[in-house]
């Protein structure tokens, strides 16, 4: 149940962050900023920049133009700091009434449990999942592993670590090669583990093209995932908000790529590809995908929303991954797919922030003082 707004503290959107995906971040906050500030709410904008310092935007500050080049300069845009990690963290906490932050950071450092551990540290409220499910939902490795674990079905992979192949780059090559052989697909996607916005992956259709395609992955992580391409595969997404039992499902949308595949570009480059809130699915399959969304949510701890992206080829269902903290700009589907239910961008933002509230209240209320613990 949405609160009134009077009853909702200050919010902090916190976005940019020292990760390849710092523009996509800064399209997401600011779009946030916006509508809760247009809902009434005092909103502060907190830019993180590449190195990690923090910015405080002034309250009214609106989204400019391209997000690289606006916020290279956040003087320019009337911002206060910078301020460490540190200490920007004591004056969310010194605060008076306390914000909760909004988190809007994309990939590693503020989707895979860093700030939100860091915000724990000084018990700040905060949107999304908690420290594991973040850790989890940004590591597509660990993940599969889980819901493979569970009987969730998941596409073949390897996992290959930078230091292996630094140490045999013929070994692990063999290895890919045994690997394609043994399906009819000699295709092969190779993704760094911990990253998101499609960042270095590379659909590498010959064995010639492996090499090239781990280096680039090697580029943004020490750990690559390399999967077996699933041909003509469908590219399904389910928006999931809620705690525990209380979960709503939303979806599936479909996204069309104009490119091979849904890289970086066919994500963000303006008519690049389609998509719709609403796929063209028989009602069996729409109910299994949303039941698969909502057993991937729980298996990993997801708290407060994700996204859950899916491949459906033919009538073979595959969880590709979750995003614990998925995108908010104008193409996203994520806050878009709510509306079949009557919730708007605005609406899902507010829920979101409710959400958070709610849980931070709840660990507050059964936090362990000293006078609690035994003798």
């Not at 949405?2 to 996509?24: I, K, M, N, Y």
């Not at 781990?214 to 041909?231: G, I, K």
Request: charged letters at 25%; one cysteine or more.
């Amino acid at each position: 149940m949405s609160r009134p707004d009077a009853a909702r503290p200050p919010v902090v959107v916190l976005f940019g962050g020292p990760s390849a995906e710092h523009d996509v971040s800064i399209v997401s906050g600011t779009a946030i900023a916006e509508a809760l500030a247009d809902a009434g709410l005092e909103v502060t904008p907190v830019l993180v920049d590449l190195d990690g310092r923090w910015w405080w935007l002034p309250g009214g500050h609106r989204r400019a133009g391209r997000p690289g080049a606006a916020y290279d300069d956040p003087t320019a845009l009337g911002a206060a700091g910078p301020l460490e990690p540190g200490a920007a963290l004591d004056r969310l906490a010194a605060a008076r009434p306390r914000p909760v932050v909004f988190i809007a950071l994309h990939g590693p450092w503020g989707e895979d449990g860093t700030v939100q551990a860091l915000l724990e540290t000084a018990g700040v409220a905060y949107t999304g999942s908690a420290v594991t499910a973040s850790a989890l939902g940004m590591d597509k490795a660990l993940q599969k592993r889980l819901w493979r674990g569970l009987g969730l079905p998941v596409v073949d992979w390897r996992e290959i670590r930078l230091v292996g192949w630094r140490a045999d780059r013929s070994g692990v090559l063999a290895e890919l090669e045994a690997f394609a052989a043994s399906a009819a697909e000699a295709r092969l996607m190779v993704k760094p583990a911990r990253l998101g916005s499609s960042v270095g992956m590379t659909l590498a259709h010959r064995p010639d093209e492996r090499a090239a395609a781990l280096d680039l992955a090697f580029r943004y992580d020490t750990l690559a995932v390399v999967e077996r391409y699933v041909a003509g595969a469908r590219d399904l997404e389910v928006s999931v908000i809620g705690d525990g039992r209380a979960l709503a499902e939303y979806g599936p949308g479909e996204i069309v790529s104009g490119n091979e595949f849904y890289d970086f570009e066919a994500k963000y480059a303006p008519g690049r590809s389609r998509t719709t809130t609403r796929a063209d699915l028989p009602e069996p399959t729409r109910a299994l995908v949303r039941k698969v969304a909502r057993d991937a949510y729980r298996a990993v701890g997801a708290e407060g929303f994700a996204r859950v992206d899916f491949l459906l080829a033919g009538d073979a269902l595959y969880l590709s991954e979750i995003n614990t903290i998925p995108g908010f700009t104008p193409i996203s589907l994520f806050p878009t797919m709510p509306s079949e239910a009557g919730l708007d961008f605005t609406g899902v933002c507010l829920r979101i922030l409710d959400l958070a509230i709610e849980r931070h209240a709840g660990r507050v209320g059964g936090r362990l003082r000293a006078a609690d613990l035994p003798r």
